[in-house]
């Protein structure tokens, strides 16, 4: 039992340590200075996909959603955000540029499947202004609210 505590406390450590690097990190980049030099400082791992789209394969979930929330990054800037994956690593994610989708190539099936997309994401944010709306007027309070409000697509 002692060993799990231990091992447990050591883990909790490494967490916290991770998070604070991650956000120093972030910082220094926020700061102006170039990411590879962060990196090397850090000796962190840089993983430059490239261009993603959604549901990219071999790029963590949680990251693609990040990315896919940050704001279009203006001409030479970039967009960053620290993102806490689900087994508690911490992640700097860096977008430098976005790629409008090209509707003329795009075959009906890819068409029909981001509109769905689409309308759900509206569907998801029109249901979630009533609520709050509804929570406002009435003066609501939810009991057992869920853990993490869903978030509307982008």
Known sequence: MQAAIEQELRQEAGRAKAASEA????????AGRPLE????????????????????????A?????????????PGQASRELVTLPNGDVAVVVATAVQDADWGTAS??????????LRESQAGAEFAAYRADL?????????NPPETEPEPAS
């Open 37 to 60: 030099q962060v990196v090397t400082e850090k000796k962190v791992d840089l993983k430059a996909p490239g261009l993603i789209r959604r549901g990219a394969p071999g790029v963590d």
């Open 108 to 117: 009906d099936d890819e068409r029909r499947g981001h509109v769905t997309r």
């Open 23 to 30: 956000a120093s990190a972030l910082e220094a980049i926020t």
């Open 62 to 74: 949680k990251l693609v959603e990040a990315v896919f929330r940050l704001p279009r990054p203006a």
């Open 135 to 143: 929570q406002q007027r009435l003066e609501v309070k939810i009991v």
